[in-house]
């Protein structure tokens, strides 16, 4: 059962961008860092955004990431159908003392 | 090039047991913080355990919906870690990746190893 909580679905015309929230609590994005994880089906998850904000090697500058208090958000410019995707965040959880993921957002390019 | 490749996934009957391995190449092993998620079949992805390099004490930390009957360890000598699951109920069905924990996110992903339970 997740406990952070992302919308199911998002969608958008090519060219154009989405943004992708994800809400927690102070026990888990409130005191850590976030990630974002990219998975097309039937494949497997590839980091995206580490450290709220940063980008691996390899991603491109199309992908953003940012933090607020108890909340997260992924950005998508110029959308492509390659982005048609299942997104998720991720982050430490003190309470638990594990990790935890979002829910899981599909992105549909119209 | 960093890699992971899991393998041992099969199909298992209720309450039997199975272990599941993940080599792993390209980077210093023997210094990684390791981890197990798994994805249910339609459903999103679910954190199982960490374990911390020897260096670190070598502990693992579980998901409570796990703990007690699956377990993490790994052979530093061969790049390889495990995940001993037991007891083996249908709603451990799920495809079984491994990820190499690094500080604060998983940064490298195995292309993941499926396990189906039913009797």
């Known amino acids: 059962q997740a406990v952070l909580t992302q919308p199911p679905s998002v969608s958008a015309a090519p060219g154009q961008k989405v943004t992708i929230s994800c809400s927690g609590s102070?026990?888990?994005?409130?005191?850590?860092?976030v990630s974002w994880y990219e998975q097309v089906p039937g494949t497997a998850p590839k980091l995206l955004i580490y450290?709220?904000?940063k980008r691996p090697s390899g991603i491109p500058d199309r992908f953003s990431g940012s933090k607020s208090g108890t909340s997260a958000t992924l950005g998508i410019t110029g959308l492509q159908t390659g982005d048609e995707a299942d997104y998720y965040c991720?982050?430490?959880?003190?309470?638990?003392?594990?990790?935890?993921f979002g829910t899981g957002t599909r992105v549909t390019v119209l | 090039e960093v890699q992971l490749v899991e393998s041992g996934g099969g199909l298992v009957k209720p309450g039997e047991s199975l272990r599941l391995s993940c080599a792993a190449s390209?980077?210093?092993?023997?210094?990684?913080?390791m981890t197990w998620v798994r994805q249910a079949p339609g459903k999103g992805l679910e954190w199982i355990g960490r374990?911390?390099?020897?260096?670190?004490?070598?502990?693992?930390d579980y998901a409570a919906p796990v703990k007690g009957r699956l377990s993490i360890s790994r052979d530093d000598s061969k790049n390889t870690l495990f995940l001993q699951m037991d007891n083996l109920r249908t709603e451990d069905t799920a495809v079984y990746f491994c990820?190499?924990?690094?500080?604060?996110?998983?940064?490298?992903w195995g292309q993941g190893t499926t396990v189906i339970v039913s009797s």
């Open positions: 102070s026990s888990n994005i409130g005191n850590n860092y």
């Open positions: 990820a190499w924990y690094f500080y604060n996110h998983l940064a490298v």
């Open positions: 450290e709220n904000n």
């Open positions: 374990i911390k390099r020897n260096s670190d004490g070598g502990a693992a």
């Open positions: 991720g982050t430490w959880d003190n309470s638990l003392s594990g990790f935890v």
């Open positions: 390209g980077f210093n092993f023997r210094d990684a913080y």
